[in-house]
């Protein structure tokens, strides 16, 4: 539902066949299970053993001789194999269906660009290219008083188009976009290319008809996706993942050996001075004339200067690795924890459930939105500050998963010991038996 409310204009009013739809929402659904089946598992938990205590179905099993763990048997081993299917899922199929969803949504978006061209606003949807028009026929699809900015030489704005009217299509391949302008003008300035004359040419093409095309593979997100130094790892299994988590750790270490070998070779700040006979550097300088004395400052000050660019160059280059690597292994303990999450949340909310003493969807709904909540977003500031580096992804991303299972060891036993720390009726006749002692004092 959040998909469609969020994408329903860009798919609106573009001839798409209901299959394509389907097949979008159904991908998309897909990426939504790491989110929705822990909370499924919590929900139904809470609202089975709750239904269970609320019918005293629990007190009877006691009263029989049968402990909690043995009539959360079934359901333990019921949520094993969910959180065994839950790493398949995570390891082997979400990889392959989640750069499925993203190429198919950004390929509809695209699929008529002068739909996603809003009027008085600058569009960026290309490359290089920055459109504005001032109005739009949204029926037919055509742009009044365009404005189209080319940046694809990276020079800022050389080239300037301007036409009262135009219209955008694409290609049958759609691979090229099409832009039909009528009545317009091409303003282009070139920048010098000599500092010693500089010269800034200007040209103006007039013209009542001017077709312009651009290249659309940028928009073919499966060609494109898992290129990247970052985004790959969406799509690689745990033993991929290990593989180049390794070596990611091996490029830093070879480059901080490699450091500490150039610093102490290259850079007499940190040779070793045992072999050396040792002399103030005050005493030193009084024995070296003025112009001696210049160019030893001027000698000192650009060897600084190159300590202080091969400390910024190493740095740069170790802490883009090590970004990787953390990238890498956020996602390799996401999978791990994503399974056992689903074994975590039935602990937390199967002895709720028996606490509260409540079934349906009031209760057991309000606890398991909460829980959920609170178990969401501690993964998530888990994700955002792995992600900054300061902190080992592995202790950060296992962080919510031990909290939540010592919280379920908690409930655990306070269901065991049949206590009434959510029971709302007891809470009630605590307060009453309050009510009437006061009541009492003040008659």
């Given at each position: 539902m959040?998909?469609?409310?969020?994408?329903?204009?860009?798919?609106?009013?573009?001839?798409?066949?209901?299959?394509?739809?389907?097949?979008?929402?159904?991908?998309?659904?897909?990426?939504?299970?790491?989110?929705?089946?822990?909370?499924?598992?919590?929900?139904?938990?809470?609202?089975?053993?709750?239904?269970?205590?609320?019918?005293?179905?629990?007190?009877?099993?006691?009263?029989?001789?049968?402990?909690?763990?043995?009539?959360?048997?079934?359901l333990?081993?019921?949520?094993?194999?969910v959180?065994?299917?839950?790493?398949?899922?995570?390891?082997?199929?979400l990889?392959?269906?989640?750069?499925?969803?993203?190429?198919m949504?950004?390929?509809?978006?695209?699929?008529?660009?002068?739909?996603?061209?809003?009027?008085?606003?600058?569009?960026?949807?290309?490359?290089?290219?920055?459109?504005?028009?001032?109005?739009?026929?949204?029926?037919?699809?055509?742009?009044?008083?365009?404005?189209?900015?080319?940046?694809?030489?990276?020079?800022?704005?050389?080239?300037?188009?301007?036409?009262?009217?135009?219209?955008?299509?694409?290609?049958?391949?759609?691979?090229?976009?099409?832009?039909?302008?009528?009545?317009?003008?091409?303003?282009?300035?070139?920048?010098?290319?000599?500092?010693?004359?500089?010269?800034?040419?200007?040209?103006?093409?007039?013209?009542?008809?001017?077709?312009?095309?651009?290249?659309?593979?940028?928009?073919?997100?499966?060609?494109?996706?898992?290129?990247?130094?970052?985004?790959?790892?969406?799509?690689?299994?745990?033993?991929?993942?290990?593989?180049y988590?390794?070596?990611?750790?091996?490029?830093?270490?070879?480059?901080k050996?490699?450091?500490?070998?150039?610093?102490?070779?290259?850079?007499?700040?940190?040779?070793?001075?045992?072999?050396?006979?040792?002399i103030?550097?005050k005493?030193?300088?009084?024995?070296?004339?003025?112009?001696?004395?210049?160019?030893?400052?001027?000698?000192?000050?650009?060897?600084?200067?190159?300590?202080?660019?091969?400390?910024?160059?190493?740095?740069?280059?170790?802490?883009?690795?090590?970004?990787?690597k953390?990238?890498?292994?956020?996602?390799l303990?996401?999978?791990?924890?994503?399974?056992?999450?689903?074994?975590?949340?039935?602990?937390?909310?199967?002895?709720?459930?028996?606490?509260?003493?409540?079934?349906?969807?009031?209760?057991?709904?309000?606890?398991?939105?909460?829980?959920?909540?609170l178990?969401?977003?501690?993964?998530?500031?888990?994700?955002?500050?792995?992600?900054?580096?300061?902190?080992?992804?592995?202790?950060?991303?296992?962080?919510?998963?031990?909290?939540?299972?010592?919280?379920?060891?908690?409930?655990?036993?306070?269901?065991?010991?049949?206590?009434?720390?959510?029971?709302?009726e007891?809470?009630?006749?605590?307060?009453n038996?309050?009510?009437?002692?006061?009541?009492?004092?003040?008659?």
């Open positions: 959040q998909f469609l409310w969020k994408y329903i204009d860009d798919m609106i009013g573009k001839g798409l066949d209901f299959i394509v739809i389907f097949k979008l929402i159904y991908f998309t659904a897909l990426t939504t299970i790491p989110m929705a089946l822990p909370l499924a598992i919590l929900l139904s938990s809470i609202m089975s053993m709750g239904n269970f205590g609320e019918h005293f179905e629990l007190t009877a099993a006691k009263a029989s001789g049968i402990s909690l763990f043995r009539f959360f048997k079934s333990i081993i019921f949520s094993a194999f959180s065994i299917f839950a790493f398949y899922f995570a390891n082997f199929i990889t392959k269906v989640d750069i499925i969803a993203k190429s949504l950004v390929e509809v978006r695209n699929l008529k660009p002068a739909l996603l061209i809003k009027p008085k606003t600058f569009y960026n949807g290309i490359s290089g290219i920055t459109i504005r028009a001032e109005s739009k026929d949204e029926d037919k699809g055509i742009l009044y008083d365009l404005r189209i900015y080319d940046h694809t030489s990276g020079k800022g704005n050389e080239s300037v188009l301007l036409a009262k009217r135009g219209y955008l299509s694409q290609s049958e391949d759609g691979m090229v976009l099409i832009m039909r302008l009528d009545s317009g003008v091409l303003i282009k300035e070139e920048s010098s290319s000599s500092l010693d004359n500089p010269k800034y040419p200007f040209y103006q093409t007039k013209f009542s008809s001017w077709e312009k095309r651009f290249d659309l593979k940028q928009f073919k997100l499966s060609d494109n996706f898992g290129k990247g130094g970052d985004d790959k790892r969406f799509m690689l299994p745990v033993s991929e993942l290990n593989v988590i390794d070596s990611f750790q091996k490029q830093m270490n070879s480059k050996s490699v450091f500490v070998h150039n610093m102490h070779t290259g850079n007499y700040i940190t040779q070793s001075l045992s072999s050396r006979v040792y103030p550097f005493d030193s300088l009084a024995k070296l004339d003025s112009q001696q004395q210049s160019m030893m400052s001027f000698t000192k000050t650009l060897k600084a200067r190159n300590v202080k660019n091969i400390l910024f160059l190493h740095n740069s280059d170790y802490e883009y690795i090590k970004s990787l953390n990238l890498f292994s956020i996602e303990y996401f999978k791990y924890t994503f399974a056992l999450s689903c074994l975590i949340l039935f602990f937390v909310g199967a002895p709720l459930g028996a606490i509260i003493k409540k079934g349906g969807l009031g209760w057991p709904m309000l606890f398991s939105v909460i829980l959920f909540i178990y969401y977003f501690s993964n998530l500031i888990a994700k955002k500050v792995s992600e900054i580096g300061k902190y080992d992804p592995l202790l950060v991303m296992w962080t919510p998963a031990v909290i939540f299972m010592a919280l379920g060891v908690f409930l655990t036993i306070k269901a065991k010991n049949d206590s009434n720390l959510l029971n709302i007891s809470y009630n006749l605590f307060f038996n309050l009510k009437k002692r006061f009541q009492k004092k003040d008659k």
